[in-house]
């Protein structure tokens, strides 16, 4: 008989899981800078998705300074959701430090953010434009 403890016992196979089970297990746990980067290119893309949402309403109802610019606006918007997504996330992503104390930041941490904002700015778009227009009339 074996000993459960004895480091040369044989080990079971491990169950081969699915494509499916692996995605789900990586949704439920993604990495801490990937959960960073998206929450903090939401937050942008939230406030300034209001705001623009707000200009959008205002810019037919009254006389605005510079008259209507909302196609600047939604460029403006794209500029600032993608360089304060990519500025934030390097903030606040940190690359580990090992047994050291000293916290180190990394160019790729802004990239991590970059491509994080992309696809967020453009949901923050079609949720604004495609759903909260229409809806408010």
């Known amino acids: 008989m074996s000993d459960p403890e004895d480091p040369h016992a044989p080990r079971p196979e491990p169950r081969q899981r699915s494509e499916l ?3 789900w297990r990586q949704a439920r746990n993604p990495p801490p800078p990937i959960v960073r980067a998206v929450l903090a290119n939401l937050a942008v893309a ?3 998705g209001i705001l623009l949402l707000a200009y959008d309403w205002l810019a037919p109802r009254m006389a605005l300074p510079g008259g209507d610019q909302r196609g600047l606006a939604v460029a ?8 304060a997504g990519s500025l934030l996330t390097w903030r606040w992503v940190e690359l580990p430090t ?10 790729w941490a802004a990239v991590l953010g970059f491509f994080a904002s992309v696809p967020i700015c453009y949901l923050a778009l079609v949720i604004c434009f495609q759903i909260l227009r229409p809806a408010l009339g």
Do not use: K, N, Q
């Open 21 to 23: 089970e692996i995605r």
């Open 46 to 48: 939230t406030v300034g």
């Open 98 to 107: 090992g047994s050291g104390t000293e916290r180190a930041r990394s160019p």
């Open 76 to 83: 403006l918007y794209v500029v600032v959701v993608i360089t």
